[in-house]
């Protein structure tokens, strides 16, 4: 292909509400560094076998079937993919398919600065960090870890070595960073990053969630406008998971807001876990095991007509669902405690968040 030449890529295959298979978050590794309260926080769980984790070349064959139905986007995740050796390996793997328009990379930042150069060079397109507060103490006290200037290193990293489109990804919590929203989006200006506001989430991570610790998508732009005035959607047509907008002097931020109010009506993601394992929603209670079918060697046309054949039975609304189950019963938490001990996959730390 000569330098420049457009890309052809294939229709997307689309499921039974007309949502595109376009975007895949893959999960390098169950285990993470940090022990945030809202995602893992135990010390201990029980991991995924090391025999059953995906190999980059599994991961990348996997990626190149679903470019061939669509995918264009790919989103590396962990737990924190940083404590997957040599994750650069990967990207530069990924690379190689010229279908795949946009390699992303979700990060707690901690070990950050030391790959990111690695990984810029990988070819790695973006970069996200989260970073759910700027005060060391309060950050010790969520993660469990005394950490927060790795974290800040990392993000100064990042333009360094010459990436651009960096994000910075903050679960908004009352009672516990509220009060940080506005700093952080001063932050975001100096860093030359985008902040986007995740409203605290009912997946996974064994905790104790509840509707109160919502720091809604409503509050939040109360906050903000109260504070710069005038706050403006950005008008774009994005499948995105943030509604971006942008404040009286140019500065953009983004609101993720499934839980107030859920996007399902346009989710083109899919999540494939470190063991092989394709979920259709990071809601979704059950998966398809992709490992299984590589390492029995079934042929690459069978597993294409798989994947076309599930997404496209693909019903899944697990937010709008979600939503659904609080307003009719009242019902606190959208999976049982005792079933997300009995089943890692239902965590989020192992899809892939």
Not at 139 to 164: N, Q, Y
Request: hydrophobic share 35%.
């Amino acid at each position: 292909m000569e330098a420049g030449e457009a890309v052809a890529l294939p229709d997307a295959v689309r499921d039974s509400l007309g949502r595109p298979l376009r975007s895949l978050r893959v999960s390098v590794t169950d285990r993470c560094n940090l022990r945030c309260q809202y995602c893992m926080p135990e010390e201990n769980y029980v991991w995924l076998p090391r025999e059953n984790l995906l190999t980059f070349e599994e991961i990348a064959l996997l990626t190149n079937l679903f470019s061939d139905q669509g995918i264009d986007r790919v989103r590396i995740t962990g737990g924190e993919p940083l404590l997957r050796n040599n994750v650069a390996e990967l990207i530069r793997m990924l690379r190689q398919n010229s279908r795949i328009q946009d390699i992303a990379m979700t990060t707690n930042g901690v070990l950050l600065s030391e790959q990111a150069q690695a990984l810029f060079d990988a070819g790695l397109h973006r970069v996200t960090v989260s970073l759910d507060t700027l005060k060391p103490e309060r950050f010790k006290a969520l993660t469990r870890r005394d950490t927060l200037d790795r974290v800040f290193e990392g993000i100064a990293s990042v333009g360094r070595v010459g990436f651009t489109g960096l994000k910075l990804d903050t679960v908004a919590m009352k009672g516990y960073n509220e009060d940080e929203v506005l700093p952080l989006i001063e932050y975001g200006k100096q860093v030359n990053g985008e902040v986007r506001f995740i409203e605290y989430m009912d997946v996974g991570g064994a905790n104790d969630w509840s509707a109160d610790k919502v720091l809604s998508r409503k509050e939040i732009l109360k906050m903000v406008g109260d504070h710069y005035g005038k706050v403006e959607p950005v008008e774009e047509v994005s499948s995105a998971p943030a509604q971006r907008f942008r404040l009286p002097d140019g500065t953009t931020f983004g609101i993720i807001s499934s839980t107030t109010v859920p996007f399902c009506s346009t989710c083109d993601r899919s999540r494939l876990t470190a063991d092989g394992m394709w979920y259709l929603c990071l809601y979704a209670k059950t998966g398809l095991d992709l490992r299984k079918l590589l390492r029995m060697e079934r042929p690459r046309e069978d597993i294409l007509s798989i994947i076309q054949s599930v997404w496209e039975s693909r019903k899944d609304r697990g937010a709008e669902e979600r939503k659904e189950l609080e307003q009719v019963s009242g019902r606190g938490r959208y999976i049982d405690i005792e079933r997300l001990r009995q089943d890692p996959h239902l965590e989020m730390h192992a899809r892939g968040g």
